[in-house]
Structure formats: structure tokens, C-alpha cells
């Protein structure tokens, strides 16, 4: 078993004036017809936590969202692997009124893996991969109860220093949202993925599931519980179980309008 523990900030650029539910139909709207501003929906993000969110970008605007600073700590029962990302950000433009399009970038990556059986550590570092998502709402985009999605997505190898393993691999997500009373949320995501073996350039399926619980403590400053299993096809694979936590959201303006 591997266990790891993660936590994040998460600085997201939004326009404060940009929110707002509507209650007419929003279906016409495109990426070159933006969404009015009147009628756009709460402010809904994909980081810092594992599980994502079935909520789409209003169609003709776009989102940004970053880590400023992220560190993981990785150990098994031979090596430690821990890790500093600067900046990793996800950009995402909005297609229709319940589809976006999603460029994911690992901007910088300092990794020091330690092998504690042969007392030796490598250190690497760089620009890491590339994936382009492409998200689709099937219920609750506009304030409902609940929300569930679909998030189809493909990696391309574009890491330095043997950050990543150059290999093209994809997936496809499930997140489903609960909202519960007095500010609490409870998210669930089931993800199966395409990766190629550590040890040939074969590939194996990988089913990843998550349940996260979040609270709204005073203004944007919010917190969450969360836990991440992954279970892998490849021979001699190990389960990885992580219990995550944390989340400081920071909304700074933007001097622009959001639409096109």
C-alpha cells in the first residue's frame, strides 16, 4: 500500500460582477455568442483536490485556474519521491452552455526521488506534460442539487529530465456533486484511465475513485476532506490510497470582461 499526503493553494481568476444565476434558456449561447453577464453561473473550480467538478465555463468565457505553489510526498516501502510544482495551471474557454475546453500544463517541476534500499537519490527537474480535456455537463450546470458530468481527456508527452514517462495516454472521468445544507458540499468521481506499463510500452486500464467533503468556513476561504484510491492493471501494481486536505481560495479580479 502507498499512502501520500497533499496540500495546495489554489488562486483562481475570475470577474466578482461576472456571477449570477439564470433562469431562462441558455442553449443559444456559444463560444462566439458569450453568455450575457447577467446570467452567469456561481464560480465553480477543479482545484486544489483530486476530484473534479461536473460544472462547465459559461459558454464564451474563459477561467483560469493555478496552483501557486504545490508539494507532495510520495513513500513506499523502498523510495521516497517528493515533489514542488510552480504555477501548474488549468485554462479553460467555454464552447456551449454545458461544454468547455480545458488546457493543462505542469509549467515547473523540481523532483528528488530517494531510494532508501540503495542509499542513492536522483534529482530532476523541468517543464512537465501537457493534457487537453474536454468537459460536458449532462444535469445541474445552473444551480440545481446535484451535478454530474463527463470529462474525456489525453496527455501529451511534453515533460523534460524524465518527469513524465513519454508516453500518450488518455482517460475518461465521471464526478457527480451533492449539495447539502449550511454551506457543505459532497463530491464523488470515478475515473478510468489508459496508461502505458512502467516496464514495456504495453498499456493497462486504472481505476481511480475519490469522495471529497467541503465546507465554506467565512468569505472565499473554504476547507476540505478528501480520499483517493487508485487500483491499477499492471502486473505488480500496488493500491494507492491517499487521505488529502486543506484548500485556501483567493478570488482576485480581472481588469477584462471574461467573454470574447
Not at 9 to 20: E, I, K, N, T, Y
Not at 37 to 62: C, I, M, Q, S, W
Not at 102 to 109: H, K, P
Not at 186 to 192: F, I, Q
Amino acid at each position: 500500500m502507498r499512502r501520500a499526503l497533499g496540500a495546495s493553494a489554489a488562486l483562481v481568476f475570475f470577474c466578482p460582477d461576472c456571477l449570477g444565476e439564470g433562469s431562462q434558456d441558455k442553449s443559444g449561447f456559444n463560444l462566439f455568442r458569450p453568455t450575457p453577464d447577467a446570467l452567469l453561473r456561481e464560480l465553480a473550480t477543479d482545484r486544489p483536490d483530486k476530484t473534479e467538478n461536473p460544472y462547465t465555463v459559461d459558454a464564451g468565457h474563459f477561467q483560469l485556474e493555478l496552483d501557486l505553489v504545490s508539494y507532495t510526498r510520495d513513500r513506499t516501502k523502498d523510495e521516497t519521491v517528493r515533489a514542488v510544482s510552480v504555477a501548474p495551471f488549468n485554462l479553460k474557454v467555454g464552447l456551449t452552455n454545458s461544454s468547455d475546453l480545458q488546457f493543462i500544463a505542469e509549467t515547473y517541476t523540481r523532483q528528488r526521488t530517494t531510494d532508501r534500499v540503495a542509499v542513492t537519490s536522483r534529482a530532476m527537474s523541468g517543464f512537465g506534460d501537457v493534457a487537453v480535456r474536454w468537459k460536458i455537463n449532462f444535469w445541474g450546470n445552473d444551480g440545481a442539487k446535484t451535478g454530474f458530468g463527463m470529462i474525456s481527456f489525453a496527455k501529451v508527452p511534453t515533460n523534460q529530465d524524465g518527469l513524465g514517462n513519454n508516453a500518450v495516454e488518455g482517460g475518461v472521468i465521471f464526478p457527480l456533486e451533492i449539495k447539502l445544507a449550511e454551506d457543505w458540499d459532497l463530491g464523488m468521481m470515478t475515473e478510468v484511465d489508459w496508461r502505458q506499463n512502467s516496464d514495456s510500452s504495453a498499456y493497462h486500464a486504472e481505476s481511480i475513485n475519490t469522495i471529497t467533503v467541503s465546507h465554506r468556513l467565512v468569505g472565499t476561504l473554504e476547507a476540505y476532506v478528501e480520499f483517493f484510491s487508485s487500483v491499477s492493471g499492471e502486473r505488480n501494481s500496488e493500491w494507492i490510497g491517499t487521505f488529502d486536505f486543506g484548500d485556501l481560495q483567493i478570488d482576485a479580479e480581472c481588469s477584462a470582461r471574461c467573454g470574447c
